[in-house]
C-alpha cells in the first residue's frame, strides 16, 4: 500500500494550484486576444460597412480568422451620402497567411449595396465570349436561385438579394426597390470543400446578404423586409450536363427533341427556374464531338474557320431580364460605343448574332435575349430560329406574360 506524507501531499497541493494559476492566466490573456479581435473585428466591419453589414455574421465566415481591418479608401467604404451603389472591403490575416502573402493580409470579404431603378446596363454574353470555362481543369458552377420567398442568387463565391420597395422610400419616391450582394474575394483551397464554398459560408453569406438588405431597407424608409433565407442552401450543381436530362431553364430544350439533332447544342448549362428572378439563364453548348463532326461536315462553310478547341467552344446563351434589369438590356454591337438597345415592347437583332425577344408580366417588361458563339453563328441560324421562339414561348406561359414580340424571320441569316 503507497502511502503519502502530508508534507508531499501539500507540495503536490502546491504544485497544481502553481499549474492551475499559470494556465488560468494563460487563458485569460488568450481569451482577452480572442476577445480583442472580435471587437476589433466588429467595429473595422461597422466603420467600414456604415454598420448596414451583420458583423458578427461576417466574423463567422471561415477566412475571417486573425486581426480584421479594412480599406481606408472612399472607393473600398460605404458612404451614405454618396451615390450607389457602393461596396465595403474587408481584410484578414488568416486570409492571406493561409493563401501565402508575405504581410499576412489579404482582401476577402466585399458587400455591397444598391437601389433599383438603378439605370445599371445589362447585357448578355458577346459571340466572342465564353460560355463555361475555356480551360477542363476549371468547373463551370452555374447560379441558382436562393429560394425561401426571396428574389435571389447564389454563385460559386457570393449571394445577391432584391427587396421590392413600392412605396419609395422616405427621401426617394422614384425607388422602387433594394438591393446587396455578399461576396468572398477568391477563397483559395484552404477555404474551399470540394472546389467549393463551404456549406457553412454558403449560408453565412445568405444571412449577411439578407440582413444587408433589411438594414439598408430600414435605413432607407422602406415598409418591407426579406424573410431569413433557407437555412440549408444546397452546393452548386457543376455543368453542363446531357441536354436531355434538362429538368430547370433548359427543360424545354429537351423536351421539344433538339438535342437529338446533330447540328444543334446537345448539352445545357442550366438552373433551377424562378419567377422572380432580374436574370434567368439556359445555356446550350455543343460537346466537342458534335461541334468537330458539324465543323468537319461543313468544310465550305468553315473555310478559313478555326476548329473549335475549346470545351464549350460553340454555344448558344438565352437570358431573361425582369422588371428593372429589362428597361437597360443592351445587345454587343461592332461597333463597341454603340450598343444595340433591346427595346421592351419590341424586337429585332444586334449587327453581331444576338437577337432579343419582348413580352410583359403583370405590367412589367421581360427581354428574352440569344446570343450565338463565333464559329457556330456561321452554320446553323436559320435552324436556331425554332430553338429560340420555343425558349421564349416557354418561359412566356411559365411566368404568365403576354404581348409576346419575336424578331422577323429574314433576321435569322449567318454572319459572313
Given at each position: 500500500?503507497?502511502?503519502?506524507?502530508?508534507?508531499?501531499?501539500?507540495?503536490?497541493?502546491?504544485?497544481v494550484?502553481?499549474?492551475?494559476?499559470?494556465?488560468?492566466?494563460?487563458?485569460?490573456?488568450l481569451?482577452?486576444?480572442?476577445?480583442?479581435q472580435?471587437?476589433?473585428?466588429r467595429?473595422?466591419?461597422?466603420?467600414?460597412?456604415?454598420?448596414?453589414v451583420?458583423?458578427?455574421?461576417?466574423?463567422a465566415?471561415?477566412?475571417?480568422g486573425?486581426?480584421?481591418?479594412?480599406?481606408?479608401a472612399?472607393?473600398?467604404?460605404?458612404?451614405l451620402?454618396g451615390?450607389?451603389?457602393?461596396?465595403?472591403?474587408?481584410?484578414?490575416?488568416?486570409a492571406?497567411?493561409?493563401?501565402?502573402?508575405?504581410?499576412?493580409?489579404?482582401?476577402?470579404?466585399?458587400?455591397?449595396v444598391?437601389?433599383?431603378?438603378?439605370?445599371e446596363?445589362?447585357?448578355?454574353?458577346d459571340?466572342?465570349?465564353?460560355?463555361?470555362?475555356?480551360f477542363s481543369?476549371?468547373?463551370?458552377?452555374?447560379?441558382?436561385?436562393?429560394?425561401?420567398?426571396?428574389?435571389?442568387?447564389?454563385?460559386?463565391?457570393s449571394v445577391i438579394?432584391?427587396?421590392?420597395?413600392?412605396?419609395?422610400?422616405?427621401s426617394?419616391?422614384?425607388?422602387?426597390g433594394?438591393?446587396?450582394r455578399?461576396?468572398?474575394?477568391?477563397?483559395?483551397?484552404a477555404?474551399?470543400?470540394?472546389?467549393?464554398?463551404t456549406?457553412?459560408?454558403?449560408?453565412t453569406?445568405?444571412?449577411?446578404?439578407?440582413?444587408t438588405?433589411n438594414?439598408?431597407?430600414e435605413?432607407l424608409?422602406?415598409a418591407?423586409?426579406?424573410?431569413?433565407?433557407?437555412?440549408?442552401?444546397?452546393?452548386?450543381?457543376?455543368?453542363?450536363?446531357?441536354?436531355?436530362r434538362?429538368?430547370?431553364?433548359?427543360?424545354w430544350y429537351?423536351?421539344?427533341?433538339?438535342?437529338?439533332?446533330?447540328?444543334?447544342?446537345?448539352?445545357?448549362?442550366?438552373?433551377?427556374?424562378?419567377?422572380?428572378l432580374?436574370?434567368?439563364?439556359?445555356?446550350?453548348?455543343l460537346s466537342?464531338?458534335?461541334?468537330?463532326?458539324?465543323?468537319?461536315?461543313?468544310?465550305?462553310?468553315?473555310?478559313?474557320?478555326?476548329?473549335?478547341?475549346d470545351?464549350?467552344?460553340?454555344?448558344?446563351?438565352?437570358h431573361?431580364y425582369?422588371g428593372?434589369?429589362?428597361k437597360?438590356?443592351?445587345?454587343?454591337?461592332?461597333?463597341?460605343?454603340?450598343?444595340?438597345?433591346?427595346?421592351?415592347?419590341?424586337?429585332?437583332?444586334?449587327?453581331?448574332?444576338?437577337w432579343?425577344a419582348s413580352?410583359?408580366?403583370d405590367?412589367?417588361p421581360?427581354?428574352?435575349?440569344?446570343t450565338?458563339?463565333?464559329?457556330y453563328?456561321?452554320l446553323?441560324?436559320?435552324?436556331?430560329?425554332?430553338?429560340?421562339?420555343?425558349y421564349v414561348?416557354?418561359?412566356?406561359?411559365?411566368?404568365?406574360c403576354?404581348?409576346?414580340?419575336?424578331?422577323?424571320s429574314?433576321?435569322?441569316?449567318?454572319?459572313?
Amino acid at each position: 500500500m503507497l502511502i503519502i506524507s502530508d508534507h508531499r501531499r501539500d507540495g503536490v497541493r502546491k504544485s497544481v494550484n502553481v499549474l492551475l494559476c499559470v494556465v488560468a492566466v494563460a487563458g485569460i490573456g488568450l481569451s482577452s486576444t480572442v476577445l480583442w479581435q472580435n471587437l476589433n473585428g466588429r467595429h473595422q466591419i461597422n466603420q467600414a460597412c456604415a454598420g448596414l453589414v451583420p458583423a458578427g455574421r461576417v466574423l463567422a465566415l471561415s477566412p475571417a480568422g486573425g486581426t480584421i481591418s479594412h480599406r481606408v479608401a472612399d472607393e473600398g467604404t460605404i458612404q451614405l451620402d454618396g451615390g450607389l451603389p457602393q461596396d465595403c472591403e474587408i481584410f484578414s490575416t488568416e486570409a492571406g497567411e493561409k493563401h501565402g502573402t508575405s504581410s499576412g493580409e489579404r482582401w476577402f470579404f466585399t458587400a455591397t449595396v444598391g437601389v433599383q431603378p438603378s439605370g445599371e446596363t445589362w447585357s448578355p454574353e458577346d459571340p466572342l465570349d465564353h460560355l463555361v470555362s475555356p480551360f477542363s481543369d476549371d468547373p463551370t458552377y452555374p447560379a441558382e436561385p436562393l429560394g425561401g420567398g426571396i428574389a435571389g442568387k447564389v454563385t460559386a463565391s457570393s449571394v445577391i438579394v432584391s427587396l421590392l420597395c413600392p412605396e419609395g422610400t422616405s427621401s426617394d419616391k422614384s425607388t422602387k426597390g433594394v438591393w446587396a450582394r455578399a461576396s468572398l474575394m477568391d477563397p483559395g483551397p484552404a477555404f474551399l470543400e470540394e472546389g467549393q464554398l463551404t456549406s457553412q459560408d454558403r449560408n453565412t453569406l445568405a444571412e449577411i446578404t439578407v440582413g444587408t438588405a433589411n438594414n439598408f431597407a430600414e435605413y432607407l424608409g422602406c415598409a418591407d423586409r426579406l424573410p431569413d433565407p433557407p437555412e440549408d442552401i444546397p452546393a452548386l450543381t457543376e455543368g453542363p450536363i446531357p441536354a436531355a436530362r434538362a429538368d430547370g431553364t433548359c427543360a424545354w430544350y429537351g423536351k421539344a427533341g433538339f438535342a437529338r439533332q446533330r447540328q444543334l447544342p446537345d448539352q445545357a448549362l442550366e438552373s433551377r427556374t424562378h419567377g422572380t428572378l432580374w436574370d434567368e439563364q439556359c445555356g446550350l453548348t455543343l460537346s466537342d464531338t458534335r461541334a468537330n463532326d458539324l465543323w468537319e461536315s461543313n468544310a465550305a462553310k468553315t473555310e478559313g474557320l478555326a476548329r473549335p478547341s475549346d470545351p464549350a467552344d460553340w454555344y448558344v446563351s438565352l437570358h431573361t431580364y425582369a422588371g428593372d434589369a429589362a428597361k437597360n438590356v443592351y445587345l454587343k454591337s461592332n461597333n463597341d460605343d454603340l450598343p444595340v438597345a433591346a427595346e421592351p415592347g419590341e424586337a429585332g437583332r444586334s449587327d453581331r448574332s444576338a437577337w432579343w425577344a419582348s413580352s410583359q408580366c403583370d405590367g412589367k417588361p421581360q427581354i428574352h435575349t440569344m446570343t450565338v458563339s463565333y464559329g457556330y453563328n456561321q452554320l446553323t441560324i436559320p435552324a436556331l430560329e425554332k430553338v429560340f421562339r420555343a425558349y421564349v414561348t416557354d418561359v412566356v406561359a411559365r411566368r404568365g406574360c403576354k404581348d409576346t414580340k419575336f424578331p422577323a424571320s429574314s433576321t435569322f441569316h449567318a454572319d459572313q
